[in-house]
DNA sequence: TATAATCATTGATTAAAATCAACTTTCTAT
DNA sequence: ATAGAAAGTTGATTTTAATCAATGATTATA
């Protein structure tokens, strides 16, 4: 890990962050000023569960993972970050928080850095920023909520089927390819199912006729066809 | 669902909600002037999914479960709300948003009703209230998470166990109570596992000697053994 | 380009929990 | 107090996905 010059990150680069669109260029700079550029490897950690979170991120390049280890050692892929993203930002408003996840990195990655008192001390002067921050926050806890629903009501296979579905625009209704962004096992882990059971799911669906795989991209033949097998999948496997 | 007098909740009782304990008089008895008292008897519907969210809850009385429905009828309880407890105050700032669950009571139940574009106003003046409205929300981000690492990573067992544990103060070491709040049935939704599953589940934790199972009533003989078995249980079962 | 290491696939088997079904207990309302 | 409904328990069986094991494919690297 790393410390590098920000100068190649721009105010402007800084706006297109949605909880700092409504910051005036004052308030912009000092964040620019306050914020660190991190390179992390393959491999490495960005911070570990448990840690205390005095920090949050914007990913600029490569992919990090956000899981969680049991007691026996397995992994649980909670979220692949990809970039453009930012993420450790909800930890902000608990004092003495610390990070509930662990972060990884997939790929060789960089990272923007922000203090989150620098933030918070922002925030407190504009209600347009905060409100976006809680915006953010109900987004987030609607998406934990989705995954409960899908962990406990719908199977596997479901689970991937949406997954991919959620990756294709609204307005494609034919063919589509999707590529995994990082490897099968990590996507598997996110899924919360076993590599096996992935690729045999997958080459179910080949079967089926729905998708065709090659590597890591998946060409679905018929959005709208596959988009009505997932209304029904669990209905007919009864 | 009837309307009654808001006449019997007083300001001092307002300024014990958390996400009001900051607000001044003024800014309290705009909220009370605001609110609304509904009663709902047992198994009718506070608010439905996917409906337009336009307020936020606070549980007098009874209790209230907060569930999702599969295509095909199941139903996963996501929490059980007990008096004294706000509820959909996260949805309050995504505009336009909808429910993300149901609200069914349970049993008869007494219900504080805010109007969320009043508490929004009040907010704007209040960053107090606003920061810990935040810290709120970033606390049910962490339970979110905490309970997919539940699913993901611990057995129907664990999670039971964990759920006993999580009734009983820190400082209780031997002999405790916990009673089940809600019937049986609803605690194993909440749990994601079948009414079935939980009863073979205490009746193998009463066999291995843990606890006594008398109606809902729970009697756990050795607080620490418990707490000490749920950390083996996984790597024993392997 | 060889070689190891990682990743992915496939098959056989197992395990955890769900399902189905019957029955018992508890609660509720008359 | 009692009938009926709802909730809970228990047993037999099935299902989904995990596990175990072996092999094949990619990728990285020496």
């Given at each position: 890990?790393?410390?590098?010059?920000?100068?190649?990150?721009?105010?402007?680069?800084?706006?297109?962050?949605?909880?700092?669109?409504?910051?005036?260029?004052?308030?912009?700079?000092?964040?620019?000023?306050?914020?660190r550029?991190?390179?992390?490897?393959?491999?490495?950690?960005?911070?570990?569960?448990g840690?205390?979170?005095?920090?949050?991120?914007?990913?600029?390049?490569?992919?990090?993972?956000?899981?969680?280890?049991?007691?026996?050692?397995?992994?649980?892929?909670?979220?692949?970050?990809?970039?453009?993203?930012?993420?450790?930002?909800?930890?902000?408003?608990?004092?003495?928080?610390?990070?509930?996840?662990?972060?990884?990195?997939?790929?060789?990655?960089?990272?923007?850095?922000?203090?989150?008192?620098?933030?918070i001390?922002?925030?407190?002067?504009?209600?347009?920023?905060?409100?976006?921050?809680?915006?953010?926050?109900?987004?987030?806890?609607?998406?934990?909520?989705?995954?409960?629903?899908?962990?406990?009501?719908?199977?596997?296979?479901?689970?991937?089927?949406?997954?991919?579905?959620?990756?294709?625009?609204?307005?494609?209704?034919?063919?589509?390819?999707?590529?995994?962004?990082?490897?099968?096992?990590?996507?598997?882990?996110?899924?919360?199912?076993?590599?096996?059971?992935?690729?045999?799911?997958?080459?179910?669906?080949?079967?089926?006729?729905?998708i065709?795989?090659?590597?890591?991209?998946?060409?679905?033949?018929?959005?709208?066809?596959?988009?009505?097998?997932?209304?029904?999948?669990d209905?007919?496997?009864?």
């Amino acid at each position: 890990m790393q410390n590098q010059p920000y100068s190649d990150t721009t105010i402007d680069e800084l706006r297109q962050i949605y909880l700092f669109s409504s910051l005036n260029d004052q308030q912009l700079a000092q964040i620019k000023e306050n914020m660190r550029h991190i390179q992390i490897d393959e491999g490495n950690f960005l911070f570990k569960h448990g840690e205390h979170a005095a920090r949050f991120f914007m990913l600029k390049k490569g992919h990090i993972k956000l899981l969680r280890l049991s007691r026996e050692g397995a992994e649980k892929v909670f979220e692949v970050v990809s970039p453009g993203e930012t993420f450790a930002e909800a930890a902000m408003f608990m004092p003495q928080s610390s990070y509930p996840m662990t972060a990884q990195a997939i790929s060789d990655s960089s990272i923007l850095c922000f203090e989150n008192q620098i933030v918070i001390d922002i925030l407190k002067e504009s209600w347009d920023a905060c409100s976006q921050l809680m915006f953010q926050m109900s987004q987030r806890i609607h998406m934990w909520i989705n995954e409960i629903d899908h962990l406990t009501l719908q199977s596997a296979t479901y689970r991937l089927i949406n997954y991919l579905l959620y990756q294709i625009p609204d307005n494609h209704k034919n063919v589509y390819k999707v590529k995994f962004p990082v490897p099968k096992h990590v996507i598997a882990s996110r899924l919360s199912i076993k590599p096996e059971t992935l690729s045999r799911i997958l080459h179910t669906l080949n079967k089926e006729g729905f998708i065709t795989v090659k590597g890591s991209t998946i060409r679905i033949h018929n959005v709208d066809r596959l988009r009505l097998h997932a209304v029904g999948v669990d209905v007919v496997s009864q």
